[in-house]
């Protein structure tokens, strides 16, 4: 009671037997999923061939993953054996965005030995029925749960959500060791030219002018890799959603082709991270130049003065043994089995 439309559905992660590759393949029955999935219909193809059982209708995203035409022969790997279908169409509408095959539910339980049994059932309530009260109602068996249709979309949205935290975390990781790597680059240079910046200093150039142009340098050192970085970041992004998929080949996401999405204010963000990072990077060697005394910074070998103040090698020490003692606490925490 309270159901308008039940629509059931056989869901089989198939192998094909030709590749080392696997589709998700959907059996439906074609009279209940019309008025339910329209979408899992294909249209302006035989619809004798919705129920023929050796029949078989790709999305777009599929036929272009297995370069498979209308006509072609799909053999699937089924225990021991193999069976093949005919690609007879290609769907459109919302499951068009992913990464499916669907054929009559059949012809699904029969091809793939799932014979009296499914894997859910698509509900349509009735007007007015309340959900949450209809969900009470029920009486499942053990191992069946009812779910509404946003449950899976959101636990997909919360590891998502997750897999871009991580990777900003390694964003920012980059980020300090791109400012480690402008720092020591940056010492070397102006300690390989404290010379000429004696002479600056000595024909007139003020201390905050010699920090204001090394600072410069470092602001161009950081808008060269903040732009360069940007571009080869979202250059590689595409080639992994390309090659490995949203969830880089861990087959979290397996049957979804997610777009690359480009979002300027986080780009611009981290560019201006890195512009920041490079400028004051530089900003520790620049101000150890600008008070350095001019005449000493002429004469050669004076640029040793420079690392003077890195020869303690205490810090080194105390930043060894607190990282080692993080890491011990952190594997001793994760020792349970699990």
Request: net charge positive; with cysteine.
């Amino acid at each position: 009671p309270g159901v308008s439309i039940a629509s059931p559905v056989v869901e089989v992660e198939a192998r094909l037997a030709d590749r080392d590759d696997a589709i998700r393949v959907l059996g439906i029955d074609v009279f209940r999923a019309i008025p339910l999935q329209p979408g899992l219909i294909a249209e302006g193809v035989d619809r004798l061939d919705l129920l023929r059982p050796d029949t078989v209708f790709l999305s777009p995203i599929a036929a272009a993953a297995l370069h498979a035409n209308i006509g072609d022969t799909l053999r699937f790997q089924v225990g021991v054996g193999t069976r093949s279908v005919r690609v007879a169409g290609a769907l459109a509408g919302e499951h068009a965005r992913g990464r499916w095959a669907v054929m009559d539910i059949g012809a699904a339980q029969t091809l793939f030995a799932h014979e009296g049994r499914i894997t859910r059932v698509d509900l349509r309530l009735a007007p007015g029925v309340d959900v949450d009260a209809f969900i009470a109602r029920l009486a499942l068996p053990a191992g069946v749960v009812a779910e509404m249709p946003a449950a899976a979309s959101d636990a997909t949205s919360r590891m998502t959500r997750a897999y871009r935290v991580n990777l900003n975390v390694l964003a920012l990781v980059a980020l300090f060791t791109g400012r480690l790597l402008v720092v020591t680059t940056q010492a070397l240079s102006i300690a390989q030219r404290r010379a000429q910046i004696g002479l600056l200093r000595v024909i007139g150039c003020t201390r905050r002018q010699i920090v204001a142009l090394l600072l410069a340098e470092g602001a161009v050192v950081g808008v060269t890799g903040a732009g360069l970085g940007c571009l080869l970041g979202i250059g590689l992004a595409r080639v992994a959603l390309s090659a490995f998929g949203g969830d880089l080949g861990a087959g979290f996401f397996e049957g979804m082709a997610p777009a690359l999405q480009v979002e300027p204010w986080a780009v611009a963000l981290f560019a201006a991270l890195g512009i920041a990072a490079a400028m004051a990077g530089s900003g520790g060697p620049a101000l150890e130049a600008a008070h350095a005394d001019p005449a000493r910074a002429l004469k050669i070998g004076d640029d040793q003065r420079a690392f003077a103040a890195l020869r303690p090698i205490w810090p080194g020490g105390v930043a060894i043994v607190t990282g080692d003692r993080k890491s011990t606490r952190l594997n001793s925490s994760h020792s349970l089995p699990s």
